[in-house]
């Protein structure tokens, strides 16, 4: 659904024109029945806004063969510019008032993908209205147009593996009380939103001792009937994604634009390998019905543009690209990560960058390859499902490593899924990579991080004759100094980065932020674990190779105590 600038008819408009409240605590059925999410810009000034009714009828049958709806639609989305922008901007509207109609679906939601057109720069704020309620809201967001420039700072949130079942509400009451300065005009999700194979697992005898183990990992579905195994699947996933999207993260997607990238719990630990601790998934018929479920599923809410890479730009200032390196991960032992189109336009980004970049990840490009000579426990603890392929243990990780190393410019990495949060980089090609990783929201309690977390020199898969020393800037709480992992811990965490020009024209100067969860301080906001305030993505001649100096730290990385106490 494309739309411009629209507005009420007249006799709506005079009926609402004083209903401009978002949606009250008390109002809470219609509050858990909708939702609006702004999921990412579109093509030139357009954003994406993603519409949903949890308990929406079916859409009719023209509808799901994608012709046009023949019901007359009675939602509406309400966009305004917030703060009274409106009045000094001579292109937009007071409000515009788009049609909805939920022309999509998948198990328990019916779902549409609207296409605004948005001001640079310009705070929107996003409402929901229906016929059968005037007077009232259905559900509210909030987001900006993309800026033309940073000059007034651009923020961007990353954060991955959300277990809801110990959040208690943390992540929700840390997004209200983040300082304005660090809230997010983007924010990429870098996998495991959902633990279905913990949730599975979560409804047999005994997950209330260990959760995410119980009877129910020795289930008989294989001797089941396709349609019973689907059935059965479709009613625990759709729980989960409704709980999680109308409960823990509600009030992280509502706050700006959001990228979704999978981790392998959107479906399950280590997809698509079949799980050793899960006897239940060593069925192929399980394994290929339990996939196409939660695909559905992961369409419907995390990927309804389809696509499994993005770009964009911030103005001539700054370039980013979202690659998911799971979606489309065959099974084994140097598997590609992707389809051949996404990963040609992946490496042809990096080659042809000509200003800093931003490259988003799922997991880290900083990881140890598990099937080197002499790794023969570890390999084949990971042949049996009984641990995780890295992005190393990947066919194409080695040809990532070289375009990263083609890369002209400056370089940042965004990453999670590891369970701990740290900050390094590294020289390459006459240049400097970061990394920064984190990870995770809500920690599930079974899934323990790796003691040893760190590599001396990039990358750790050999490849040619690439050799970069890696420096470790930063730390989580959860880790020492050295960015090895304390026994039995746990840092929740999320980081912000904000970009702003640097001194030197073209330049980018990064303030980045790892955000305690559990912690807070003397303002209820949530405690800065650590953070990195000086760091600069130069924009680089192509003509010539410089040597990048090192960063100095302003304090050494310590080991800090953690906060356990919620605020």
């Given at each position: 659904?494309?739309?411009?600038?629209?507005?009420?008819?007249?006799?709506?408009?005079?009926?609402?024109?004083?209903?401009?409240?978002?949606?009250?605590?008390?109002e809470g059925a219609q509050l858990d029945r909708y939702m609006i999410v702004p999921h990412g810009y579109g093509e030139g000034a357009s954003?994406?806004?993603?519409?949903?009714?949890?308990?929406?009828?079916?859409?009719?049958?023209?509808?799901?063969?994608?012709?046009?709806?023949?019901?007359?639609?009675?939602?509406?989305?309400?966009?305004?510019?917030?703060?009274?922008?409106?009045?000094?901007?001579?292109?937009?509207?007071?409000?515009?008032?788009?049609?909805?109609?939920?022309?999509?679906?998948?198990?328990?939601?019916?779902?549409?993908?609207?296409?605004?057109?948005?001001?640079?720069?310009?705070?929107?704020?996003?409402?929901?209205?229906?016929?059968?309620?005037?007077?009232?809201?259905?559900?509210?967001?909030?987001?900006?147009?993309?800026?033309?420039?940073?000059?007034?700072?651009?923020?961007?949130?990353?954060?991955?593996?959300?277990?809801?079942?110990?959040?208690?509400?943390?992540?929700?009451?840390?997004?209200?009380?983040?300082?304005?300065?660090?809230?997010?005009?983007?924010?990429?999700?870098?996998?495991?939103?959902?633990?279905?194979?913990?949730?599975?697992?979560?409804?047999?005898?005994?997950?209330?001792?260990?959760?995410?183990?119980?009877?129910?990992?020795?289930?008989?579905?294989?001797?089941?009937?396709?349609?019973?195994?689907?059935?059965?699947?479709?009613?625990?996933?759709?729980?989960?994604?409704?709980?999680?999207?109308?409960?823990?993260?509600?009030?992280?997607?509502?706050?700006?634009?959001?990228?979704?990238?999978?981790?392998?719990?959107?479906?399950?630990?280590?997809?698509?390998?079949?799980?050793?601790?899960?006897?239940?998934?060593?069925?192929?018929?399980?394994?290929?019905?339990?996939?196409?479920?939660?695909?559905?599923?992961?369409?419907?809410?995390?990927?309804?543009?389809?696509?499994?890479?993005?770009?964009?730009?911030?103005?001539?200032?700054?370039?980013?690209?979202?690659?998911?390196?799971?979606?489309?991960?065959?099974?084994?032992?140097?598997?590609?990560?992707?389809?051949?189109?996404?990963?040609?336009?992946?490496?042809?980004?990096?080659?042809?960058?000509?200003?800093?970049?931003?490259?988003?990840?799922?997991?880290?490009?900083?990881?140890?390859?598990?099937?080197?000579?002499?790794?023969?426990?570890?390999?084949?603890?990971?042949?049996?499902?009984?641990?995780?392929?890295?992005?190393?243990?990947?066919?194409?990780?080695?040809d990532l490593v070289r375009a990263i190393r083609d890369c002209p410019q400056d370089l940042l990495i965004l990453a999670g899924d590891v369970?701990?949060?740290?900050?390094?980089?590294?020289?390459?090609?006459?240049?400097?990579?970061?990394?920064?990783?984190?990870?995770?929201?809500?920690?599930?309690?079974?899934?323990?991080?790796?003691?040893?977390?760190?590599?001396?020199?990039?990358?750790?898969?050999?490849?040619?004759?690439?050799?970069?020393?890696?420096?470790?800037?930063?730390?989580?709480?959860?880790?020492?100094?050295?960015?090895?992992?304390?026994?039995?811990?746990?840092?929740?965490?999320?980081?912000?980065?904000?970009?702003?020009?640097?001194?030197?024209?073209?330049?980018?100067?990064?303030?980045?932020?790892?955000?305690?969860?559990?912690?807070?301080?003397?303002?209820?906001?949530?405690?800065?674990?650590?953070?990195?305030?000086?760091?600069?993505?130069?924009?680089?001649?192509?003509?010539?190779?410089?040597?990048?100096?090192?960063?100095?730290?302003?304090?050494?990385?310590?080991?800090?105590?953690?906060?356990?106490?919620?605020?």
């Amino acid at each position: 659904m494309d739309t411009r600038i629209q507005t009420t008819d007249v006799g709506r408009a005079a009926k609402l024109a004083s209903t401009r409240e978002h949606c009250a605590p008390s109002e809470g059925a219609q509050l858990d029945r909708y939702m609006i999410v702004p999921h990412g810009y579109g093509e030139g000034a357009s954003g994406q806004i993603w519409v949903a009714d949890f308990n929406g009828p079916e859409p009719a049958p023209d509808v799901q063969s994608g012709a046009a709806p023949t019901a007359a639609p009675c939602y509406w989305l309400r966009v305004e510019p917030a703060d009274g922008a409106a009045a000094t901007l001579a292109r937009e509207s007071i409000r515009r008032d788009v049609p909805i109609v939920f022309d999509r679906s998948a198990p328990g939601i019916a779902f549409t993908l609207v296409n605004l057109v948005l001001l640079p720069g310009v705070h929107y704020r996003l409402s929901l209205w229906g016929l059968h309620e005037p007077s009232l809201a259905l559900a509210h967001a909030e987001c900006r147009g993309r800026p033309r420039t940073l000059r007034d700072g651009f923020n961007v949130w990353y954060g991955t593996c959300f277990y809801r079942d110990v959040d208690g509400g943390a992540l929700s009451q840390a997004m209200e009380a983040l300082p304005a300065a660090y809230r997010p005009q983007v924010s990429f999700l870098g996998g495991d939103q959902v633990y279905l194979d913990t949730a599975f697992s979560n409804t047999g005898w005994g997950a209330s001792i260990i959760r995410g183990f119980s009877s129910r990992n020795f289930s008989p579905l294989g001797f089941r009937s396709r349609t019973k195994i689907r059935r059965k699947l479709n009613a625990v996933f759709t729980a989960e994604y409704l709980r999680n999207w109308r409960r823990g993260l509600r009030t992280k997607l509502q706050q700006g634009f959001h990228y979704f990238l999978a981790g392998d719990h959107e479906f399950w630990n280590d997809f698509p390998n079949p799980p050793g601790f899960l006897p239940t998934l060593w069925s192929r018929k399980v394994r290929d019905t339990w996939q196409s479920c939660a695909r559905e599923l992961f369409d419907a809410y995390q990927l309804p543009s389809g696509a499994f890479s993005r770009q964009f730009n911030v103005a001539d200032a700054l370039k980013f690209f979202v690659l998911d390196t799971r979606l489309q991960r065959a099974r084994g032992q140097d598997a590609n990560f992707t389809d051949a189109q996404t990963f040609a336009a992946a490496t042809t980004w990096l080659r042809e960058l000509d200003r800093p970049g931003v490259l988003v990840l799922p997991a880290p490009l900083l990881a140890r390859w598990q099937f080197r000579d002499g790794g023969l426990l570890k390999s084949l603890r990971v042949k049996l499902g009984l641990g995780d392929h890295s992005l190393a243990d990947t066919g194409q990780y080695q040809d990532l490593v070289r375009a990263i190393r083609d890369c002209p410019q400056d370089l940042l990495i965004l990453a999670g899924d590891v369970h701990f949060s740290r900050l390094a980089r590294f020289d390459l090609g006459g240049k400097q990579v970061v990394e920064v990783v984190s990870s995770p929201l809500a920690c599930l309690p079974s899934a323990a991080a790796g003691a040893d977390q760190t590599l001396a020199v990039f990358p750790d898969r050999p490849t040619d004759h690439i050799r970069a020393e890696v420096e470790y800037l930063r730390a989580g709480s959860a880790t020492d100094g050295n960015g090895k992992r304390a026994a039995n811990s746990c840092n929740n965490n999320f980081v912000t980065l904000r970009f702003e020009p640097g001194t030197v024209d073209g330049d980018v100067r990064v303030q980045i932020l790892c955000w305690n969860i559990t912690g807070c301080d003397a303002q209820q906001a949530p405690s800065v674990d650590w953070e990195m305030q000086d760091l600069v993505l130069r924009k680089r001649s192509a003509a010539k190779s410089e040597t990048v100096p090192p960063i100095a730290p302003k304090d050494p990385v310590t080991q800090t105590e953690e906060i356990s106490e919620p605020c």
